[in-house]
């Protein structure tokens, strides 16, 4: 089968073998391809409610090149997902027949409490047995970030989606290059009013292990860990502490683009729209009191490829 996330910053293909039942509600996807490429669908819509064309057509060249993978693979189930930034657009109708001629079948504008809930799914099968539940995950997009409360056994409990994914606070309010002290204020008082509702809404402070999700949190882990390349096996299911989330945080937002650049395990898609990210990242551990997080490299992607089983 074959499982494509399309974000406000990325989009990002899986595709993969599902188990066999009778091995257990615990047995893994076999990976054949992950791939993913950063094509900023969401550029200025928070601005001016509309897809830019020049952003439908880089996501129209990534998904093309996914559709080849797709048949070279032989996947016969396909199920793309789209969110945050397709959820806003007032020309949303171009993006969906763009990706109905590229890849033969409509992407589904997920909501938000859908994205949060196979975020969770793919973030919680195959956590370490000695994480102590319940579970706040977080998934930190471009647009906006889930807040998705559970535990193995029942699963979700509570989830929201607010818009404060990295594009979006870069964009409202992170101009400078470096951004200046004014602008980081700024960008941090929206963030903590939004995950101070969102904390209204789920119980997150009651949660026991904070999992995070997504290139923003994995980006910082990976700096964190002083990684000289992008791992993600050993990114995958790490620990790092507030303390170094907070130190990165700051680190990434008193930095240039073209310093953030020089970082080794940066995507140069990234660099612009990290630090705020990394602030999402901080400003929840600070919020719902969380002394750690822990990255995980399996999120919606793979929900929406166990949503297929």
């Known amino acids: 089968m074959a499982a494509i996330d399309c ?3 990325s989009i990002r293909l899986l595709v ?11 047995a893994p996807l076999t990976d054949l391809t992950r791939r993913m490429e950063i094509v900023r669908l969401g550029q200025g819509v928070d601005r001016t409610g509309r897809l830019a064309p020049e952003a439908i057509e880089r996501t129209r060249v990534a998904l093309a090149s996914y559709a080849t993978e797709i048949e070279k693979l032989g996947a016969d189930r396909v199920r793309m997902c789209a969110t945050s930034a397709s959820r806003d657009a007032a020309n949303a109708d171009d993006f969906t027949d763009m990706v109905q001629r590229t890849l033969g079948v409509a992407p589904e504008v997920v909501t938000g409490d859908e994205e949060a809930r ?6 919680v099968r195959g956590l370490p047995a000695d994480a102590k539940e319940p579970f706040l995950v977080v998934d930190i997009g471009g647009g906006s970030t ?3 409360v559970g535990d193995r056994v029942d699963g979700v409990r509570a989830a929201i989606s607010m818009d404060i994914g990295c594009v979006r606070m870069t964009e409202r309010h992170l101009h400078g290059n470096p951004p200046t002290p004014t602008e980081i204020t700024a960008a941090r008082a929206d963030i903590e009013a939004a ?7 789920v ?3 009651e949660a026991a292990t904070l999992v995070g999700l997504a290139g923003s949190v994995t980006t910082v882990v990976a700096i964190a860990q002083g990684l000289r390349e992008y791992d993600p096996e050993r990114i995958h299911h790490a620990r790092v502490s507030y303390d170094a989330v907070a130190q990165v945080t700051g680190d990434l ?3 240039t ?5 020089a970082i080794p395990v940066m995507h140069p898609g990234r660099a612009d729209v990290i630090g705020a990210g990394a602030l999402v990242l901080r400003v929840i551990m600070e919020r719902a009191g969380m002394p750690s997080v822990v990255a995980s490299e399996h999120d919606i992607l793979d929900g929406i490829a166990w949503s297929l089983q």
């Open 16 to 26: 993969a073998d599902l188990p066999d039942p009778a091995a257990g509600p615990e």
């Open 253 to 255: 937002l008193g930095r």
């Open 146 to 148: 889930e807040f998705v």
């Open 195 to 201: 995950v101070d509702r969102a904390l209204a809404e």
């Open 257 to 261: 683009s073209e310093q953030r650049l």
């Open 7 to 9: 974000g406000t910053n």
């Open 203 to 205: 119980p997150g402070r």
């Open 118 to 123: 196979l975020s969770f799914t793919g973030a």
